[in-house]
Every structure is written in C-alpha cells, then in structure tokens.
C-alpha cells in the first residue's frame, strides 16, 4: 500500500476514491517500522490512511455512523475533494450536522481512512472504540490528523464504517 498512490473502495451503493499522502500501521507497540504509527492503542490491528489533499472523491454510504457517542444509521455521504458536500442519514442525522457546525474550519474534511486488519476483533460484539481493528472493516473519519503529519484541524471526531467493501490500489 506505501508503494501505491490511489486507492478506490467499494461497498454496495459506496463508491469513492482518494490519493494516498501518507500511510501508517499502527500494530499495538512502538518500532523501528518507518510506518509506525506515533499513537499507539490497545488491542493493535490498523492500518492508517492520510488522504492527499483534494483527492478524495465519491459516495459514503453505511449501516452506521458514530458522533458523540451516538449511532448514526444509514448514512449517506457525499464527498468531493475532501470535504463534504450532502450528507443525509435514516436516523440521527442533525448529529451530522452537529459535527459539521461544532467542527470548526475543517469539519468537512476527511482526515484519516482505516482498514482493520485483527482478525481476533469480531464486529458483533465489540464496543465500537475497538471495532474499527476489526479485519475487513474500512473506517472514514472526520476530526483532526495533524498528530499524525497531516494538515486537517477539525474539532470534532466522528466516524462511518464499511463492512468488508472491495479495495484496490493502484
């Protein structure tokens, strides 16, 4: 995946592309790895994609979404170089708008892209801090990836998952 520049991800009615600027692994220990991440959590099993800027583009659609601790079902999001641009959810969506409106400049921006990689997390029954490690889901997050060498400031983290989409890289 370092060595790739795009990447595209399809799930269902999801569709959507980025271009890569910076990857990290975040294993649940620090190394020498150049691509260890700098935030280490407990149980590891992330991988961890900073999208280059303007370059993600496409449609989000999920079972669910998480912003202040509360389940978003259904959402839709639409994307285009790197912020949002519609959004619309079957349950809870002004908590979408609440992050938007809460989330300062950068609220719209996509900061960080996830693939779970521990095939010991089982999305079933797992408290939703954990369930983003989970092998074979993809997480998009909104929020804030400067700690992590990226440019993106926004104040309020949220979240929408994608169980086992397609990814390929080119």
Known sequence: LARKSEVTVNHHESDFEFKVQKVLCESGSFSDNPYQSPVINLPGGEVLILPLENSMNGVIKAEVAYAFGEKITKPEIT???????????????????????????????????????????????????????????????????????????GQTEWFIQLEKPQIKYK
Request: glycine content about 10%; charged content about 25%.
């Open 79 to 153: 994307v285009r170089n790197n912020e949002i641009t519609k959004f619309a959810a079957a349950s809870n969506e002004h908590l979408i708008q609440r992050a938007i409106t809460d989330g300062g400049a950068d609220a719209r921006k996509v900061a960080l892209i996830c693939f779970g990689t521990n095939d010991n997390i089982k999305p079933e029954n797992v408290d939703i801090s954990y369930k983003h490690k989970s092998s074979g889901l993809v997480t998009v997050y909104w929020g804030e990836n400067r700690t992590l060498g990226g440019n993106v400031k």
